[in-house]
């Protein structure tokens, strides 16, 4: 019975069937060392978007492709994505695997440049998501960056949450491990301004609700 959770797990993920377009873009993650959203976590962010209605996301973390085409996807006719990367290649490699799918660049927005730079610019309570897969020295002021552009009733998605298990695990201390423990834990807090919960998906999602 201990490989259960396992099992279900793999289940889960291999439930959902990616296109032919993400799956290369996936592959290409890989092949650089990318930690790319798992299948069941893609599916989840396309599904929030439409559930939302968001018309306008915010991706912080662009990688290869694999979430911004899973968000483009969930996104309204019109809407737009703004994904931000603090690597130049990866923003090509997403570029790439937008024009794969057919999604234009009226739809996606793909910068480089550094997430907290960026956020700073953009309007308060314009946008319905925020997805955040890129960590930074900077998560906390991230977090209350997302907080001010985010609409009341818009989500906050963090994505690799628990950071390969590790945030799970106490004795775990690394710093990149204790920022997400201590981030997680902060919003949970905040309950006058975020309604909170964790998903087991993929390396775990974290979300938070704009109240």
């Not at 993650?29 to 939302?52: K, N, V, W, Y």
């Not at 309950?191 to 087991?200: A, N, P």
């Amino acid at each position: 019975m201990s490989d259960q959770p396992e099992k279900v797990r793999e289940f889960i993920e291999s439930f959902i069937v990616e296109e032919l377009e993400i799956q290369g873009a996936r592959n290409r993650g890989d092949e650089l060392g990318s930690d790319e959203p798992s299948p069941g976590t893609g599916a989840f962010m396309q599904m929030l978007a439409r559930a939302l209605s968001a018309r306008n996301v915010v991706e912080l973390g662009t990688g290869t492709g694999v979430g911004t085409l899973w968000l483009a996807e969930g996104i309204g006719e019109g809407g737009t994505l703004t994904s931000i990367d603090s690597e130049a290649e990866h923003v090509h490699l997403a570029r790439e695997a937008c024009a794969e799918m057919g999604i234009s660049a009226q739809s996606v927005r793909l910068i480089h440049g550094a997430p907290y730079d960026i956020l700073g610019k953009l309007t308060d309570s314009g946008y319905d998501m925020v997805v955040v897969r890129e960590y930074s020295d900077e998560g906390h002021e991230l977090i209350e960056q997302a907080h001010r552009i985010l609409r009341t009733g818009g989500v906050c998605l963090l994505v690799h949450a628990l950071h390969g298990g590790k945030v799970a695990d106490l004795a775990q201390r690394d710093e990149v491990t204790v920022l997400r423990r201590e981030i997680l834990r902060n919003l949970r807090a905040d309950r006058e301004r975020w309604t909170c919960s964790l998903v087991g998906l993929g390396d775990g999602l974290f979300l938070a609700v704009k109240r």
